[in-house]
């Protein structure tokens, strides 16, 4: 009899809750039964509530079975669960789970799905199909430009939370003439409540580096930098393993699969600053110096790492263009509406019921996300707000629920998408606390250049403490933390000083009760 | 890193010269060298010493403020060594949605320590950490090398007793 192959998550998420001991738990007791069993340590389906999710692969497909604990392992078996046998905790087959099924997976096709350090499995399921085919058309009459021709059809904006047009600020890099060109990818993912980088480094490390690869293509750079937070330390592993294997199987370094072009890229640990998730504090902190933001222009393009051009994209913009080359820019650009093409990979976090990683099309809404897939709170208490787009995102009233996740919708109302960061909050959360720990947060993690966000942010607790303390002119001092969040939006070199009032502002409407004010009529909060 | 327990069994503090002398000439002609060898020079030695910014200034041909400058930028960074085991809580907004002050609290009352301090006995530091990307299942937190989410009151008191025994 073969060995049945059997998938357990290495993620991170599997990991915090007792992966690792299931595994071992795992191979003993098959050991002991004589039951031959191939154990692929695979990434997360993005069901983390039902993780350590165990998959068992059979003649009809794979089955799930989840959440497992260690003692569950003997009973697994007894039952049958390595020819896909009914169980308790059996939820059938993986993609038929409803919160699975209803997804459109693009950039994240592979995680969890495939054995992330394989070069083997990566490429049966699709991999470095998009590298051979810009391989093909930089051959061709119109080289690296054709190239970022296919990434600006695309539609494709960037993914880290500005939504600039990759393929623009391609064309830009590619244009400017210099010895030495870069590809930096920003995989410092420190907003709270986002965690697909992390989860495409450790599930799907090949994506990043095939996409980082035709990016060097596209514009002639020949040395990439991924630069992981140092609080991510299993995806700087997975990354680093990845990178070897792929440059002893001649996929990167001075022969790019045989092409006779060069690419060479390195992982860079950050360590822990927040800012260096703001490109130029990361290029900077790349370079050896302390993570603070440079005045732009010039920008990162022109005059990017160590003063050449650069490319710098976040790790979900990179991990889609290989599938916009391997499928062409049209199929990329028939997901999504408006402006916002393509799918984000939302990350629903906090008070939630079902959390995880829902890869969808823009265009659907926030209660969809939070209800349709969520479940609601996990507390079963009432839904009060809902932070979209990490620390520096608004906090979303119900009255916004029913909006279009795109970029362009989200902006009207003064939120933002970010980098696709859902949290959710129970009707014991208290806005105006929030909102001061957004200015708390801001103050600690502050660069310091500019001073706006320096000294903004300190005065931003204090007048929020007098608010909230009972001060005698209360709305005065709602005047100036409106007036002092006018100066940070408008005079901060940075998004961390220009978007803190984000949070601030969006509480301080639409929850004036938690600042102790009146609530004007007909407000939803 | 921070992420590991300190390497007290590591080398005696008169050995630290040699050792921080051979990572910086592993090091220095890596472009953007201060970060890569400020990592190494603490998973080395389980902080980075006042008595190595010098040689780490001479050897990358920096000022020896600039070194220090980054030394004290970075949150990852010591320049004290930690105690034996390093204990993080995160303390950001998908953990503070579900109970993430009340696990600070519990924490530091489980350790006997303050948050964001080294306890007397040198045994533990407890500290604030900003995001592990655990978010689905938070709250979450880190005792040295090991993640763990969806940390009950029940569960901390396990993961801090299994911790203390270790030890």
């Known amino acids: 009899m073969s060995a049945v192959k059997v998938y357990l998550p290495r993620d991170a998420s599997a990991l915090a809750v007792g992966a690792d001991e299931v595994a071992d738990a795992l191979r003993l007791a098959c050991q002991s039964r004589g039951a031959a069993i191939e154990l692929v340590r695979n990434g997360s389906r993005g069901m983390a509530w039902l993780e350590p999710l165990l998959e068992v692969a059979t003649p009809g497909g794979r089955i799930a079975y989840g959440p497992v604990a260690v003692e569950d392992i003997e009973g697994l078996l007894d039952a049958g669960c390595l020819q896909g046998a009914a169980h308790p905790l059996c939820l059938g087959p993986t993609e038929a789970i409803p919160y699975f099924a209803r997804q459109q997976r693009v950039s994240f096709a592979r995680v969890g799905v495939i054995d992330p350090l394989s070069l083997a499995d990566y490429e049966a399921h699709g991999g470095w199909a998009g590298l051979r085919r810009a391989l093909a058309i930089a051959e061709g009459t119109g080289g690296g430009a054709a190239i970022v021709q296919q990434v600006i059809d695309s539609g494709l904006r960037g993914r880290g939370g500005a939504g600039f047009p990759t393929g623009i600020k391609w064309k830009t890099v590619l244009g400017a003439a210099a010895t030495q060109k870069y590809i930096v990818c920003n995989a410092d993912e420190g907003d709270s409540g986002t965690f697909s980088d992390r989860m495409l480094m450790e599930g799907d490390p090949y994506t990043l580096i095939e996409g980082m690869v035709i990016a060097g293509l596209a514009v002639g750079a020949t040395q990439g930098y991924v630069y992981i937070r140092s609080e991510y330390p299993h995806a700087f592993a997975a990354m680093n393993e990845a990178v070897a294997r792929a440059s002893a199987a001649g996929i990167l370094g001075a022969d790019v699969l045989g092409s006779g072009r060069r690419f060479e890229l390195e992982c860079r640990l950050g360590a822990g600053s927040y800012v260096c998730g703001e490109e130029t504090a990361l290029l900077e902190s790349l370079e050896g110096k302390r993570g603070m933001v440079r005045a732009k222009p010039p920008l990162p393009a022109l005059e990017g790492l160590f003063g050449q051009p650069t490319v710098i994209n976040n790790v979900i913009s990179f991990a889609s263009v290989p599938m916009i080359l391997a499928d062409g820019p049209a199929a990329y650009q028939a997901f999504g509406v408006g402006r916002s093409r393509g799918t984000l990979p939302f990350q629903l976090a906090g008070n939630v019921r079902f959390g995880g990683l829902v890869e969808l099309p823009f265009g659907a809404t926030l209660r969809e996300l939070v209800f349709g897939f969520g479940g609601g709170t996990r507390s079963g208490r009432r839904v009060k707000a809902i932070q979209v787009g990490g620390p520096l995102g608004s906090y979303v009233p119900e009255s916004q629920w029913d909006l279009p996740l795109d970029y362009e919708a989200y902006a009207a109302v003064g939120a933002v998408l970010g980098h696709g960061g859902v949290v959710v909050h129970d009707d014991t959360a208290d806005m105006a606390k929030l909102a001061r720990y957004a200015m708390e947060f801001c103050a600690v993690e502050s660069c310091g250049k500019c001073t706006p966000c320096r000294i903004g942010s300190t005065r931003g607790v204090e007048v929020i403490d007098r608010i909230v303390g009972g001060s005698s002119n209360r709305l005065q001092q709602v005047v100036l933390l409106r007036d002092l969040c006018d100066t940070m939006l408008h005079g901060s070199l940075c998004a961390m000083g220009g978007m803190t009032p984000y949070p601030v502002l969006s509480a301080l409407d639409h929850y004036p009760a938690d600042f102790g004010l009146a609530v004007p009529q007909k407000d939803a909060a | ?167």
């Not at chain 2, 080398?11 to 970060?35: F, S, T």
């Not at chain 2, 579900?98 to 519990?106: K, P, Q, S, V, Y």
């Not at chain 2, 993640?147 to 029940?154: C, F, N, S």
């Open chain 2, 1 to 167: 890193m921070k992420n590991q327990p300190p390497d007290t069994a590591g080398p005696a503090p008169d050995n630290h010269a040699a050792v921080v002398a051979e990572l910086i000439a592993e090091h220095r002609d890596r472009p953007g060298a201060l970060l890569p060898l400020l990592h190494a020079v603490q998973h080395a030695l389980g902080h980075i010493p006042a008595s190595a910014v010098p040689a780490i200034a001479a050897g990358l041909s920096l000022s020896r403020a600039e070194v220090h400058g980054v030394i004290g930028y970075y949150h990852h960074f010591r320049a004290q060594p930690a105690g034996r085991h390093v204990v993080q809580v995160c303390r950001a907004e998908s953990c503070q949605a579900c109970g993430g002050d009340a696990l600070w609290n519990a924490a530091q009352q489980a350790l006997g320590c303050e948050g964001g301090a080294t306890r007397a006995d040198g045994a533990v530091t407890l500290e604030p950490v900003y995001c592990l990307g655990l978010c689905a299942q938070s709250p979450a937190m880190q005792i040295d090398e090991r993640v763990h989410a969806r940390v009950t009151p029940e569960k901390l008191q396990r993961l801090v007793a299994a911790m203390e025994a270790g030890s």
